[in-house]
């Protein structure tokens, strides 16, 4: 059973930075913003939704640079004959990122019931790509550089993402609420699939048990929600449901994903530079 709930980790993984790239690290603070959405009439409004995708990919191809938090949180049951073992896996990361060049701090956090808590941070930058996972620094090989900061840089640009809503424009609405425009889409049916292999593929994702995976999914409904700075049409917050389930090798596979993602600081960060002491101390 656990051979499937790692796979789906890194099926999410990948597509997590591509597919919920802006809203809150909170859980609670979510929750009720979307309470409150959904109380709130939002106003109608004039821009489409190919209009909206159109100033927000432009927007976020000049910014320079943003901070991101997210919070994903997994429910995962898998069952096999009488046997259920459900297992919940909560990840939150925060991520400075500068572009042009593309430089990047990140920092993940990692539970799940009967595993130890995980925490990763990781610096790349032109001197290198430095990681921690077990409380010491390790300089990875500079060969992995170039080839991750371009895959960073398609993934992780806030701009690629909107791009992929254009195949499901017609499910989208864009409404106002404050300072801020709304696009929202609620995704069933064949069409769910292929765009969620759009969101994987984007993310530069090549495991093959990953995208073999995903095409044994019954991928039974996503639920996007994008904010819209209306002033300068960055993207602000985001929020991504999905529900998916899949038979193989006699299991039953169920999986309920929730991630929220804030942007922040956009072109207020002007420097990620690694301390003295990672480079000092990184093996």
Avoid: R
Avoid at 223 to 229: L, M, Q, T, W
Avoid at 234 to 261: H, I, P, R, S
Wanted: aromatic share 4%.
């Amino acid at each position: 059973m656990k051979k499937f709930t790692l796979v789906l980790l890194g099926l999410i993984l990948a597509m997590s930075m591509t597919a919920c790239g802006k809203e809150k690290a909170n859980g609670g603070d979510s929750k009720a913003a979307n309470a409150q959405t959904e109380t709130k009439a939002a106003e109608s409004t004039s821009m489409t939704v190919d209009e909206l995708i159109k100033k927000t990919t432009e927007a976020s191809n000049g910014m320079k640079s943003y901070s991101m938090d997210m919070n994903m949180n997994e429910n995962i049951s898998v069952k096999q004959g009488d046997q259920q073992q459900d297992q919940k896996i909560e990840m939150k990361m925060k991520i400075d990122a500068m572009k042009d060049p593309m430089q990047m701090y990140s920092e993940t956090n990692m539970s799940a019931p009967g595993s130890a808590s995980q925490n990763i941070k990781m610096y790349i930058t032109k001197e290198g790509i430095f990681a921690n996972q077990t409380g010491t620094w390790t300089k990875l090989p500079d060969s992995q550089k170039d080839q991750l900061l371009a895959s960073m840089d398609q993934s992780s640009n806030p701009g690629n993402q909107l791009e992929k809503l254009k195949t499901i424009a017609k499910d989208a609405k864009v409404s106002e609420e404050g300072n801020e425009y709304l696009l929202t889409a609620d995704l069933s049916g064949d069409g769910v699939k292929d765009f969620a292999k759009s969101l994987m593929n984007q993310s530069g994702n090549s495991n093959p048990q990953a995208a073999q995976m995903l095409d044994q999914m019954n991928i039974k409904n996503i639920k996007i929600n994008y904010n819209v700075n209306k002033d300068n049409f960055f993207l602000t917050k985001a929020n991504v449901e999905m529900t998916m389930e899949m038979e193989a090798e006699g299991q039953k596979v169920t999986m309920e994903m929730k991630m929220d993602t804030t942007v922040s600081k956009h072109n207020e960060i002007k420097e990620i530079k690694v301390p003295q002491d990672v480079l000092d101390s990184a093996k």
